[in-house]
T-cell receptor, first 110, second 116 residues
């Protein structure tokens, strides 16, 4: 699986957009970008995934660069409950495992 | 729709004992995955079951084993417990699809195992 690089931590003010970057320069053509988050001691929560196109759902937006070497997860209006570790994962379409790195600790401040 | 459920939520064992953790996947999901998250460490892949068969396992000793039942629920067994087995054990399920459609895994809340 391609490796990802994320900043260890980020801060965001409540109500503002949180933009979490991820580099995945070795991604191959059939690999997806997945985003999960883990709130302290809970199971990871799926947020969004994409292959080539930008994606949006009720939780977030995913922007993937044209060369697919990086992506950004956008939480449009961060709340205190969005404080969590966010993981960017790259894997194949039927990848049997998710390889979690250290992720980004996003702290949303009041 | 019920999510992935795991039991028990917490467990305390002593070294050398054996433990069984249980997981019920989301209805309709055929694949179950087990992960270990030790304190301060990332999630490590343990096992993958699909359609009742073990499809792959991570870099863990044979005393970590499991099975998947005809209703797709799964058990993780750990024999001869060691102190370093203390961790959060997470189960995830997914609906296996044709390659190219993505494979979203949905996680349960986990079982917290403490080995004393």
């Amino acid at each position: 699986d391609a490796k990802t690089t994320q900043p260890p931590s980020m801060d965001c003010a409540e109500g503002r957009a949180a933009n979490l970057p991820c580099n995945h320069s070795t991604i191959s053509g059939n690999e997806y970008v997945y985003w999960y988050r883990q709130i302290h001691s809970q199971g990871p929560q799926y947020i969004i995934h994409g292959l080539k196109n930008n994606e949006t759902n009720e939780m977030a937006s995913l922007i993937i660069t044209e060369d697919r070497k990086s992506s950004t997860l956008i939480l449009p209006h961060a709340t205190l409950r969005d404080t969590a570790v966010y993981y960017c994962i790259v894997g194949g379409g039927s990848n049997y495992k998710l390889t979690f790195g250290k992720g980004t600790l996003l702290t949303v401040n009041p | 729709e019920a999510g992935v459920t795991q039991s028990p939520t917490h467990l305390i064992k002593t070294r050398g004992q054996q433990v069984t953790l249980r997981c019920s996947p989301i209805s309709g999901h055929t694949s179950v995955y087990w992960y270990q998250q030790a304190l301060g460490l990332g999630l490590q892949f343990l096992l993958w079951y699909d359609e009742g068969e073990e499809r792959n396992r991570g870099n863990f000793p044979p005393r970590f084993s499991g099975r998947q039942f005809p209703n797709y629920s799964s058990e993780l067994n750990v024999n001869a417990l060691e102190l370093e087995d203390s961790a959060l054990y997470l189960c995830a399920s997914s609906l296996q699809r044709l390659a190219g459609a993505g494979n979203i895994q949905y996680f349960g809340a986990g079982t917290r195992l403490s080995v004393l």
